[in-house]
């Protein structure tokens, strides 16, 4: 089974797009494999300016290929009326105007989290803390150190791997920090495994960009943090369970 992993849109439609436009390339089913499921990670508003159109690209995916959202902590605070930094006037305006769009039936039932193939997928962390705001896994952030924070739940990667193993699962792949990064537990302990992108020959979209890759394999229980979708080089990933792909769409000019 192939699963294409996006999180952090935050409202960005362009970068969504150039995401679609990528996976539906015929060269993008020769490079990876082909695309049975979308994960989205959670957070596809707040912060940009474009949140009708990107619920629109989000609806628009959802018929082509099996969606699977969780949710995050952005998406979180909209439905809630939480306020979170980050959003300019525009951003603020754009998202009050969709309050009541039936385009918000994304977010119907959304889970906190979903696994399958040993794998979890989920905004922030994997922790049980209960109900409080900051502790709910859509706010948990992996760090050095753990405890509670003004923007969430710290907890460290032997917590996370410690839970995963409580639950029988092996992987964990989130979002929310807008970083890309990989932990594996080996033998020797928890290390953190070199991303170093390396560019395809191929241009994946229709604007002629170039995409970039790290390979991972899943030889070993995984921490697996994807990069924000947004912005001029967004993220994402692909995986078949048996490796791991941090993908970039990339501006630059090999």
Known sequence: MGVVIFSDVH???????????????????????????????????HRGDRPRETLEMIHTLSHEYHLMSVLGNHDHAFLNGILVSGSDPASMYRHEQIRDSPLLSIFNNIPMEWSDHG??????????LGTQTLRL?????????????????????????????????IHMC?????????????SEGIVRH???????????????????????PLDLPALLRVGGCHGDEPEFAYT???TFSFIRISSRDW
């Open 194 to 216: 070199p991303l170093e992108f390396v560019p395809l020959d191929a241009k994946m979209d229709r604007g002629g960009r170039n995409i970039e890759v790290v390979r991972v």
């Open 240 to 242: 078949d369970f048996s």
């Open 137 to 169: 896994k859509c706010w948990q952030r992996l760090s050095h150190e753990s405890g509670d924070s003004f923007a969430g739940y710290n907890y460290t990667a032997t917590m996370a791997f410690d839970a995963l193993a409580a639950r029988g699962l």
């Open 119 to 128: 794998m979890l997928f989920v905004h922030g962390g994997p922790l049980d």
């Open 174 to 186: 989130c979002g929310h920090q807008h970083q890309n990064i990989c932990c594996r537990k080996t």
């Open 11 to 45: 409202a960005d439609s362009v970068a969504i797009s150039a995401l679609a436009s990528c996976i539906r390339s015929p060269l993008f089913r020769q490079a990876f494999g082909q695309v049975d499921v979308l994960v989205n990670l959670g957070d596809l508003i």
